[in-house]
């Protein structure tokens, strides 16, 4: 059995070793924390940064979107004026006009002569300006004049109408076509919104901790607490057995000799303490 002295000095080398120990598992485990608490920071300011980028894309595709919703509207509204409207009309009117006046577009001059099949019986077919054929032009240029009035107000009437041209079939097409591309331009901000709820809704990224920072933590919580009593072990130890063989302090008997003569201390026969 060691000497009570040893002892004490072991237990304090113990407690010393262990605290060294602790120490350093603590130091490696204080660094594994703040590498994990690094990489997290760093994956939160990545995910602020990514959410504000996808914010800012939303919004400016959202503001195309818009824009060119508004364009369709407004060419629409150009289109199906009253002075466009106009124009449309008088265009298709004279269009209406043209093929009801000559449907094969045939040249309708002629020199003169009236054909013998379409001669009346006694007409005279030879071209000459006779009483007969001065009045049968003149009834046949009076039938002819109102016979284009009314194919020129029937061609006034169908241009409003649903003609190729007329406003009947242009500016519901029109309206239909300004629909079609608002309705569009709909569906793509729809699409938009959907993606980006979806992009908002991805969470950052998480990190836990390993089992090595864990082992570090729990090494240095081990440690430090058998270095502390180690420690509180060689220091009660030590008092306990008065540090140098005798009770401690205020306990045990100590009994000193009242003489050492110069003999026995020369020859190394000291009387034993008791």
């Given at each position: 059995?060691?000497?009570?002295?040893?002892?004490?000095?072991?237990?304090?080398?113990?407690?010393?070793v262990?605290?060294?120990?602790?120490?350093?598992?603590?130091?490696?485990?204080?660094?594994?924390?703040q590498?994990?608490?690094?990489?997290?920071?760093?994956?939160?300011?990545?995910?602020?940064?990514y959410?504000?980028?996808?914010?800012?894309?939303?919004?400016?595709?959202?503001?195309?979107?818009?824009?060119?919703?508004?364009?369709?509207?407004?060419?629409?509204?150009?289109?199906?004026?009253?002075?466009n409207?106009?124009?449309?009309?008088?265009?298709e009117?004279?269009?209406?006009?043209?093929?009801?006046?000559?449907?094969?577009?045939?040249?309708?001059?002629?020199?003169?002569?009236?054909?013998?099949?379409?001669?009346?019986?006694?007409?005279?077919?030879?071209?000459?300006?006779?009483?007969?054929?001065?009045?049968?032009?003149?009834?046949?240029?009076?039938?002819?004049?109102?016979?284009?009035?009314?194919?020129a107000?029937?061609?006034?009437?169908?241009?409003?109408?649903?003609?190729?041209?007329?406003?009947?079939h242009?500016?519901?097409?029109?309206?239909?076509?300004?629909?079609?591309?608002?309705?569009?331009?709909?569906?793509?901000?729809?699409?938009?919104?959907?993606?980006?709820?979806?992009?908002?809704?991805?969470?950052?990224?998480?990190?836990?901790?390993?089992?090595?920072?864990?082992?570090?933590?729990?090494?240095?919580?081990?440690l430090?607490?058998?270095?502390?009593?180690?420690?509180s072990?060689g220091i009660?130890?030590?008092?306990?057995?008065?540090?140098?063989?005798?009770?401690?302090a205020?306990?045990?008997?100590?009994?000193?000799?009242?003489?050492?003569?110069?003999?026995?201390?020369?020859?190394?026969?000291?009387?034993?303490?008791?």
């Open positions: 059995m060691c000497d009570p002295v040893t002892g004490s000095l072991m237990s304090l080398g113990g407690s010393l262990s605290g060294v120990g602790g120490m350093m598992a603590a130091g490696q485990a204080q660094k594994g924390m590498a994990f608490q690094d990489a997290q920071n760093q994956a939160n300011a990545e995910w602020v940064a959410q504000n980028q996808i914010r800012r894309d939303a919004t400016i595709q959202e503001q195309q979107f818009r824009e060119k919703a508004d364009l369709a509207r407004n060419t629409t509204l150009q289109q199906i004026a009253p002075a409207q106009k124009l449309q009309q008088q265009d009117q004279d269009r209406l006009n043209t093929v009801y006046q000559n449907p094969q577009g045939k040249n309708l001059t002629t020199t003169g002569q009236i054909p013998a099949n379409y001669a009346v019986p006694g007409q005279d077919t030879s071209g000459k300006d006779t009483p007969f054929t001065q009045a049968l032009g003149t009834a046949v240029s009076a039938a002819s004049n109102m016979a284009r009035q009314r194919i107000a029937l061609a006034t009437t169908n241009s409003y109408g649903g003609s190729f041209g007329g406003l009947g242009v500016v519901p097409q029109e309206l239909q076509q300004g629909g079609n591309a608002i309705n569009l331009q709909n569906a793509e901000r729809a699409g938009n919104l959907a993606t980006y709820q979806r992009e908002a809704a991805v969470q950052p990224l998480n990190y836990a901790m390993g089992p090595g920072v864990e082992s570090d933590m729990s090494m240095a919580k081990t430090g607490g058998l270095a502390g009593s180690l420690f072990k009660t130890g030590g008092m306990s057995s008065g540090m140098f063989g005798g009770g401690g205020g306990g045990g008997n100590v009994s000193v000799p009242n003489s050492v003569s110069s003999s026995d201390w020369m020859s190394g026969g000291l009387p034993a303490w008791s």
